[in-house]
């Protein structure tokens, strides 16, 4: 009974402090960047590590793009754009299908240039030693107008000294840009020269009021991961910012193929090299993140770091008179889970759905949502989708439900004899473990049984979580009335009964209907449950359901909505065993 007692009161004090790390720790961050601008980085994948002088306050979008010398436009049905001629530079990106907000106002917005707020833009180049090769400053040349899935570009430029650097850009229906780069060599001479690819996102000063791309503590990996040489590899933010004392830190790879990038919780970019040739790559921060204030009210100061992910291919040697090329491939959209699948099938790109963070129960999470996917586009509606899941995890469940339960009814009818057996032996622990062990066998109970739903439930918790909370298909899908967003917390409150006041209560006086409705279904779900013997095990049954309410007012609507009608079939499971053994 103490094994039970103690197995019980670990679950559930886990649990709630997992539930409350979430709830005041780990509550979504804004996504909105408000970052300063900052110097034009340089042209090699080689991080700057210069101080950076004092500049004035960033322009917006339109007037940096305005002001291009030029551009060319890219359209396709996932994406719409902008090619900068100078640098030949990815730094103008929307997405064409996904809006900022549930109202549809505005687009997500990916890449952007530097002089902006938030600079993050994706280049290909050669490296060279005494060979004047392209950068941030040169001005390619192109008689195309337009970039779409049907239409190729081409671009070139001239180092004056006898080499010719040719892109020819293409693009698919989704997300992957493909750059096929061409050097010939008129200088009279060999060449020899390196290929690149990088990925620069640029993140500057910030007030202690600002929210910044960071998000080291979230349940969700936000910044630079990639596979290479068939390993995952993730760095958060803060990750590469360990080494406080450092303003500069590399984290360095070899890998035949593979694929790396910068991640945000649903939306990323990943250069694609070659999958047949060895390279260099590299996650890359400068600059240094300053904290102010005391615990527990710590905050960001000053952000001046810069994040950069890049890959170097082997040496290209050109001879007189000969040509060479390098072909890669770079991705930057949304993180849709189809689409990316498809591109590991199609383009060999080894687990490049690793890019959504799916999290440690992988094997549950993934195939929860393509079922949660697949019934979504059958009922029409993901939050009665969510309902048809419950109730097949909790058919499928109901044999261990019901051993659980039987399991439960035995104890509680052999609770008298485990208390003489208690009262008798009190002074001999060991003698009372195999004397309640002795009794187990005989009586075929086992204190472990009333357990076994929780610790199975909990992996499903979290894997469903994950779902809900970091997938792009479960992003403002809607259930019905207030519930609009499934991915995003409860907007209904209880203080201001539910919209019907006007007024707007304080974050700490957040309580929605959602959890009031999971907190009232456990605890009636436990109140229909054989009452405990022991004391403590009874206390924490009885808490329980109240302290889940409060700490899962936060979690996602779709989350609740799951925990609540698993509650409902529960208790419709308890109360027909419960008659069934009445009759019987």
């Known amino acids: 009974m103490q094994d039970q007692k103690n197995l019980i009161a670990a679950i559930g004090l886990s649990l709630l402090v997992l539930l409350g790390y979430h709830y005041f720790i780990e509550r979504p961050r804004l996504e909105k960047m408000r970052d300063l ?54 730094d103008d990106l929307q997405l064409a299908k996904y809006f900022t907000t549930l109202e549809h106002q505005e687009k997500v917005i990916l890449l952007s240039p530097v002089g902006t707020e938030a600079p993050y833009y ?8 005494n060979i004047k090769t392209p950068d941030a400053n040169s001005v390619w040349q192109s008689d195309d107008k337009e970039l779409t899935p049907a239409k190729p570009i081409t671009l070139r430029w001239q180092n004056g000294e006898g080499l010719t650097f040719i892109k020819t850009i293409s693009v698919d229906d ?28 640029l993140h500057h000063e910030n007030t202690e009021n600002s929210h910044t791309i960071d998000s080291s503590m979230g ?74 204030g005391t615990w527990p009210f710590r905050h960001t100061a000053e952000d001046n770091r810069d994040f950069q992910a890049d890959w170097r291919g082997e040496a290209v040697k050109v001879a007189a008179g000969a040509t060479a090329e390098d072909t890669s491939s770079f991705y930057a959209g949304a993180k849709v889970v189809r689409i990316l699948d498809g591109y590991e099938k199609s383009m060999h790109i080894p687990r490049f759905d690793l890019a959504v963070d799916f999290g440690w129960f992988y094997i549950l999470t993934k195939p929860f949502f393509y079922l949660l996917t697949w019934l979504g586009q059958h009922v029409g509606n993901f939050g009665l989708a969510i309902i048809v899941f419950t109730l097949i995890i909790r058919v499928a469940m109901f044999p261990i439900a019901a051993q659980s339960y039987h399991s439960m009814e035995k104890m509680k009818i052999a609770g008298p004899k485990m208390k003489e057996l208690q ?17 187990y066998k005989k009586e075929k109970v086992n204190p472990m049984a009333g357990c076994l739903p929780m610790l199975i439930q909990i992996p499903i918790f979290f894997s469903l979580y994950k779902v809900l909370y970091v997938t792009l298909e479960m992003r403002h899908a809607e259930f019905f009335w207030a519930w609009k967003d499934l991915s995003a917390p409860d907007p209904t409150n209880l203080f201001n009964l539910f919209g019907l006041l006007p007024f707007t209560p304080p974050a700490i006086l957040h309580l929605g209907l959602l959890p009031l409705l999971m907190g009232l279904t456990t605890w009636l779900q436990m109140k229909l449950q054989p009452t405990p013997t022991d ?22 609507a779709g989350l609740l909505v799951y925990w609540t009608f698993s509650n409902i079939i529960a208790i ?10 009445q009759t019987t």
């Open 37 to 90: 601008a900052t110097q034009e980085a340089a042209r090699t994948p080689a991080p700057v590590t210069a101080a950076k002088p004092v500049i004035a306050a960033p322009e917006t979008r339109e007037d940096i793009l305005d002001k291009t010398v030029r551009r060319i436009p890219i359209t396709t049905p996932s994406v719409t754009g902008t090619i900068n001629l100078k640098g030949a530079r990815f």
């Open 122 to 129: 994706i280049e290909q180049g050669w490296l060279a030693e």
């Open 174 to 201: 989704n997300y992957m840009f493909t750059v096929a780069q061409k050097i010939e060599n008129g200088s009279g001479k060999e060449v020899v020269l390196f290929p690149y690819a990088r990925i620069m996102r």
């Open 219 to 292: 349940l969700v990996t936000q910044g630079l991961l990639g596979v290479l040489d068939g390993e995952y590899q993730s760095a958060k933010y803060d990750e590469l910012t360990e080494k406080s004392e450092l303003k500069e830190e590399t984290r360095s790879f070899t890998s035949t193929g593979g694929w790396l990038g910068i991640t945000d919780k649903y939306w990323f970019t990943a250069l694609v090299p070659n999958q047949e040739k060895p390279i260099t790559a590299r996650y890359v921060r400068t600059g240094e993140k300053v904290m102010g």
């Open 423 to 439: 009262a008798k032996y009190k002074s001999d622990p060991a003698k009372l473990q195999g004397e309640m062990m002795a009794f």
């Open 535 to 556: 004391p403590t095990q009874k206390q924490i049954m009885a808490m329980m359901p109240w302290m889940m309410m409060i700490m899962m007012a936060g979690f996602p």
């Open 572 to 581: 419709a499971q308890q109360w027909w065993m419960t008659r069934k053994r």
